[in-house]
């Protein structure tokens, strides 16, 4: 369970990045710190 809700969360974050313009939601993504994946 707690991995299949990770991985939504992953998808939405990158859906995010594409329709913020990528770079421009880094700052949003290093908040609840998907940026050290990438």
């Not at 992953?10 to 994946?37: M, Q, V, W, Y």
């Amino acid at each position: 369970m707690n991995k299949t809700i990770e991985v939504i969360k992953d998808i939405r974050t990158l859906c995010t990045h594409i329709f913020e313009g990528g770079h421009r939601s880094i700052p949003n993504a290093k908040r609840t710190g998907e940026d050290e994946r990438m």
